[in-house]
């Protein structure tokens, strides 16, 4: 199983980023996939969940409203749009894979690389 997280950047209080994450070696309707994020100094903290099928969703508090994930089972991959983006979510961001359970956020046993964001002005 690989993972490739990417469409990280500079961006300003209020703006909005999409990440991508593409996967490899998985059945994508066997999965579901995770988004996490590190800040420097802080522990790694769940942002957001999707299903094998896309059907189900879960969000961190922090960033529900704001942030929306989504997935095309066709091309591998999965989303995470970040909308009213905050200096709070400057983090390097990754994305994970786990067995499809009938939990929405499985474990995940596979992680990709991580991707920048940063909020500032």
């Known amino acids: 199983v690989q993972l490739q997280a990417s469409g990280g950047g500079l961006v300003q209080p209020g703006g909005s980023l999409r990440l991508t994450c593409a996967t490899s070696?998985?059945?994508?309707?066997?999965?579901?996939i995770g988004w996490f994020r590190q800040a420097p100094g802080k522990e790694r903290e769940g942002v957001s969940c999707?299903?094998?099928?896309?059907?189900?969703?879960y969000y961190a508090d922090s960033v529900k409203g704001r942030f929306t994930i989504s997935r095309d089972n066709a091309k591998n991959t999965v989303y995470l749009q970040m909308n009213s983006l905050k200096p709070e979510d400057t983090a390097v961001y990754y994305c994970?894979?786990?067995?499809?359970?009938?939990?929405?956020?499985?474990?995940?046993?596979?992680w990709g690389q991580g991707t920048q964001v940063t909020v500032s002005s």
């Open positions: 994970a894979a786990g067995i499809a359970t009938n939990q929405i956020c499985p474990a995940f046993g596979s």
């Open positions: 999707i299903s094998s099928s896309g059907g189900s969703t």
């Open positions: 070696g998985v059945t994508p309707d066997h999965y579901a």
